[in-house]
């Protein structure tokens, strides 16, 4: 019979093991996906990751310990943000956080299990200081890791993707659409086609909430992107901009991406009366072709699990999953039953 299980928090000497643990699942995950970070094969860089994930503010941790060695590790952070904060667009104001580093099960250990009493362990907390919203980072193709946080309530609320630049485009782009690189001078183009972008997302079935207070933060960050040294793109049908691809450098690429490789789409939108005739196709040949030629071999972005047009854009023109953001959402009545007298839940 194997040994029972046990859960503590980390302590200061657990991160080689963890790191050994977090360098071992990713060799498997860069097996099947070639643009995840090399450097994370290595067990001593592993730990560095770990040590440093538990660093940050906000961040706490616990271990699954079996005969005295350790069967898996979760770390995690509790984030808070303004409503005025530029964050507050694409996050909840208050949420608690598993990277895709922060996390990982022995080989030979049953994920379902030792996810579930770590989990358990840091949820307990989370709760207890009202963090209702959870998410996990997890990497595509492990069906047990997946299948353990499904297991405990989470769903698929984002993917990441990436694609070699130098992959061609497929399909047919729009004819008569003109891309060019944006200018400070196109801001009102850009910040429209933005909003543009938000509106459809607060659209069924992604539901993303209207964030007005964080507007004047948007606006500052687009102004600032188009003087940045990542290029936006638009298509133009004569004089209206009617496409637009923004980029970043170094964006939001997922942590265990090549780190040699930090080109990020952080917008791709077409207006709503053009969709379906080749400019986002017209859009991505264009960019594609600029960032093949300044030496960007990989491009990443993000989008909505409920993209219903996005997804299948992205996916049919190259783009490979490396990342599923998971999230769970806590009944806020599970805070009004630990405020009752004696209630045991």
Do not use: K
């Not at 980390?10 to 995840?36: I, K, N, S, V, Y």
């Not at 069924?204 to 687009?222: C, K």
């Not at 991505?284 to 996005?310: D, I, K, P, V």
Request: net charge negative; glycine share 12%.
């Amino acid at each position: 019979m194997p040994g029972r299980l046990q859960v503590r928090p980390t302590e200061a000497g657990d991160a080689d093991a963890c790191g050994a643990l977090l360098a071992a699942r990713h060799r498997a995950d860069r097996a099947r996906l070639p643009f995840l970070e090399p450097a994370l094969d290595d067990a001593a860089a592993a730990a560095e990751a770990v040590r440093q994930l538990l660093g940050r503010p906000g961040a706490s941790g616990v271990v699954a310990v079996r005969h005295g060695r350790i069967a898996g590790f979760c770390i995690g952070m509790r984030l808070t943000f303004s409503a005025a904060d530029f964050a507050s667009q694409f996050l909840p104001l208050r949420l608690a956080m598993l990277p895709a580093v922060g996390h990982a099960v022995a080989p030979g250990e049953d994920a379902t299990e030792v996810y579930r009493l770590l989990y358990a362990a840091l949820a307990e907390g989370w709760v207890g200081d009202g963090v209702l919203v959870h998410r996990v980072h997890t990497v595509p193709g492990d069906a047990a890791v997946e299948e353990a946080w499904v297991s405990l309530g989470f769903g698929r609320a984002m993917t990441a993707g990436t694609r070699e630049t130098a992959r061609p485009v497929e399909g047919a782009g729009a004819a008569t659409v003109r891309v060019d690189q944006a200018t400070p001078e196109d801001f009102a183009a850009v910040r429209r086609l933005s909003r543009e972008l938000a509106a459809y997302h607060r659209r069924s079935p992604m539901f993303w909430p209207p964030v007005i207070e964080a507007e004047t933060a948007l606006d500052g960050f687009l102004q600032a992107s188009l003087a940045g040294p990542a290029p936006t793109f638009l298509a133009w049908d004569g004089e209206n901009a009617i496409g637009m691809q923004l980029f970043l450098v170094p964006g939001f690429t997922p942590e265990h991406v090549r780190r040699d490789q930090r080109l990020y789409l952080f917008e791709g939108v077409v207006s709503a009366g053009t969709r379906g005739v080749g400019v986002g196709t017209a859009l991505l040949r264009a960019s594609m072709a600029w960032a093949a030629s300044n030496g960007h071999e990989l491009c990443t972005l993000h989008w909505a699990s409920g993209n219903y047009l996005g997804a299948p854009f992205w996916l049919g023109h190259g783009f490979v999953p490396v990342e599923h953001t998971m999230e769970r959402r806590i009944d806020e009545r599970a805070l009004w039953g630990r405020a009752v007298p004696g209630h045991v839940g």
